[in-house]
């Protein structure tokens, strides 16, 4: 019998949540890190590379594992690695071992990124599975909100090494619960054989498959820009609007509801209306308002009045196209569904991590600086993303649909998502 609902998108989200706290957890600590250990910031910028670099090629590997082996042995060892290499920073004497464990956390961070997704396809298709993505994005999202607060209260009393003691015990949280409350939904009628000829098999027919892409894409670039909102929020808030990180983070919070809330309502409204027709919808308006946020931003209107009720619809709508995407784009590969969550989840992971990180090494290490001395104007040319509204898009969600057509619009015209646009517009004014 499968677990409930709840419980299975509290286990299964805190497990996804481990790496995204890896990071922002420890991202208050690297000046820290730094002082501490005798470090140049490129070198303490490079254990954030590092895990960066390992949590996104591992991906690739712990999907088509989980096809062949089941879910919870690849989960077991990536827990251990994780929690492994969370022991090994916090006891790291130089930056050299701190950088080698951080990549061994993220070679274990990776397997919570990629399974917990084959998992909710192994339990759910269609409307109850996006009912169940939202419910685990929605345990997803506490990580950027409360991570960067725990990693900055545990500094002050224990150092930055009381840090990776906390991520690592976040592991052991989650290997308790895998234990306890989640069952194995990959049984061995359903493995995949262990062989090349099946992992390149299963890869190259979801790198020819038009639909998988496409989805695939729209997802990945809401998520990018989602992420870099996260990201590029309190450059605009704090250094333009001036507001005190109190507001900021009551700002911050309307915003984030705005997104992770109405995703609650994605599997209702596919219920009601079809998953394809309301991802073509909420898409468009997501381009919709964004372009507005864009354009009003252009012609002087440089209010919160003006940004946040815009930002908060825009990632209304982004909140209705991440979850169904994700269902969407595994419903057709069952039997590669980890193979399929890999893929997609390494997207998302190349286009949102990066540009967090991109933001967010500035806001803690605050050196790269342009002549004038003000490092916030750098953010702009890295806190763009473009995810182009195509009509054409509708293919991408019936089966049969062409390959991906994402980064050429009709004519020509680019429509640019509005919160990254404001990141090089209000900032730099």
């Not at 002087?300 to 169904?324: E, H, K, Q, R, Y």
């Not at 342009?370 to 293919?395: E, I, K, M, Y």
């Amino acid at each position: 019998m499968q677990p409930s609902f709840v419980r299975s998108a509290i286990v299964l989200g805190l497990l996804a949540a481990a790496g995204p706290f890896a990071i922002d957890m420890y991202l208050p600590a690297l000046p820290a890190i730094a002082e501490n250990l005798s470090a140049s910031e490129g070198a303490t910028q490079m254990t954030l590379m590092v895990f960066f670099v390992a949590f996104g090629v591992c991906q690739l590997v712990y999907g088509p594992v989980s096809d062949m082996v089941g879910r919870k042995p690849p989960l077991y060892f990536g827990l251990t690695v994780f929690a492994l290499g969370g022991i090994g920073c916090a006891l790291a004497p130089s930056i050299g071992w701190l950088i080698a464990f951080r990549v061994v956390q993220g070679i274990g961070a990776s397997s919570v990124m990629v399974i917990p997704r084959a998992i909710i396809r192994d339990m759910h298709t269609g409307v109850e599975a996006t009912r169940l993505m939202a419910l685990v994005m929605l345990v997803i999202s506490i990580s950027p909100m409360l991570a960067p607060l725990i990693g900055s209260a545990l500094i002050g009393p224990f150092g930055w090494r009381g840090v990776f003691v906390a991520i690592t015990a976040v592991a052991a949280v989650g290997f308790v619960m895998l234990v306890a409350f989640l069952p194995e939904t990959r049984p061995h009628k359903d493995r995949v054989a262990v062989s090349l000829a099946s992992l390149t098999g299963g890869f190259g027919h979801l790198l020819r498959h038009g639909r998988f892409l496409g989805l695939t894409f729209i997802g990945g670039l809401g998520m990018s820009s989602f992420f870099t909102f996260l990201a590029a929020s309190s450059f605009v808030y704090i250094e333009h609007f001036g507001l005190t990180p109190t507001e900021y983070a009551l700002a911050f919070s309307v915003n984030a509801i705005g997104f992770f809330g109405v995703s609650q309502l994605a599997a209702w409204l596919g219920g009601r209306f079809g998953m394809a027709r309301m991802v073509v919808t909420a898409t468009a308006g997501f381009a919709f308002f964004s372009a507005v946020l864009f354009f009003v931003t252009l012609a002087g209107a440089d209010s919160l009045a003006v940004l946040m009720p815009l930002i908060f619809v825009a990632f209304a709508f982004l909140g209705l196209v991440i979850p169904t995407t994700m269902v969407l784009a595994l419903d057709d590969h069952g039997p590669i569904a980890g193979m399929a969550s890999a893929l997609g989840a390494r997207r998302n992971a190349a286009d949102g991590q990066r540009r967090r990180y991109d933001c967010r090494r500035q806001l803690f290490c605050g050196r790269d600086r342009f002549a004038d001395g003000h490092h916030h104007r750098n953010v702009r040319g890295r806190c763009t993303v473009a995810c182009l509204a195509d009509p054409r898009a509708r293919r991408f969600c019936h089966p049969g649909g062409g390959v991906a057509r994402i980064a050429q619009p009709p004519n020509g015209r680019r429509c640019t998502f509005g919160v990254q646009i404001l990141c090089q517009v209000a900032i730099s004014v």
